[in-house]
Each structure stands twice: as structure tokens, then as C-alpha cells.
């Protein structure tokens, strides 16, 4: 498969498990559902779109791109985790602003710009040919 086919498919699902995600448990939708469930619906989104980004990177000549996707992503799985871990068992120990940071944090890892951002570093950064 070209690369070019595959990062439109690429694109494509992302985009598709992002607006998944916004639609049914982040605006529409919100009361339909309890606070735990959202927030493991919002960690599963994250998980597949980290998981179709590794899909499109894994046979990249340049290693330093692939790291910088997961490392990237899991960085930010961690906070995400510790947070809503946090939010759980000492609702007050952090304040309001923080959560609504981490909100637009993960609203933006939940879209296409993480995977777009990469691969316009990739384009940059190509591979001399002799």
C-alpha cells in the first residue's frame, strides 16, 4: 500500500473514531451516560487512535518519527490516567482549571492534528538520497 493511501485511510479513521468520541460522549450526548463510562469511552478512543498511528508509522525508515508518536501519546495516556484517577478518589485535590486543561488537551490528542503535526515533521525531515 502506498504511503500516501495509507495515510488518507489513516486520516480518515481518526477522524472518524475522533468525531465518535466528541459526538456521543462529549457534547450531544453527555447525560445519557454515567462520568465513569465517558471517561473510559474517551481512554478507548485515545487507544485507537494511538493504535491507528502506530498502524501507519510501523514500517517508517526514520525510527526517531515513531518514537516521537508514542512517546508523544503515552506521555500523555499517563497524565490522562493519573488525573482522572485523581478526579476519582480526591475530587478536590486539583483545581477546576487543571481539568478543563486536560479536557482541551484531550479533545485536541482525540482529533487529527497529533497525527497531522508528525506527519508534516516526517516531510521535513526525509532521508538524503545518494
Known amino acids: 500500500m ?4 495509507k495515510f488518507i485511510l489513516s486520516l480518515f479513521f481518526i477522524i472518524l473514531v475522533g468525531w465518535i468520541d466528541v459526538f456521543y460522549f462529549g457534547t450531544e450526548h453527555v447525560n445519557n451516560y454515567s462520568v ?3 471517561q473510559a469511552m474517551h481512554l478507548i478512543t485515545l487507544g485507537c487512535i494511538f493504535l491507528i498511528g502506530k498502524f501507519h508509522w510501523r514500517h ?3 525510527k526517531w518519527i515513531i518514537s516521537i508518536w508514542n ?3 503515552f506521555i500523555f495516556v499517563i497524565l490522562y490516567l493519573l488525573s482522572t484517577g485523581l478526579y476519582f478518589t480526591r475530587p478536590n485535590l486539583l483545581p477546576t482549571l487543571y481539568f478543563e486543561k486536560l479536557i482541551f488537551l484531550r479533545t485536541i ?8 503535526t508528525v506527519y508534516v515533521f516526517s516531510l521535513f525531515y526525509r532521508p538524503k538520497r545518494n
Open 2 to 5: 502506498s504511503l500516501r493511501i
Open 36 to 38: 465513569a463510562l465517558r
Open 60 to 62: 517508517y525508515p526514520e
Open 71 to 73: 512517546s508523544v501519546y
Open 109 to 116: 490528542f482525540s482529533g487529527p492534528l497529533p497525527f497531522i
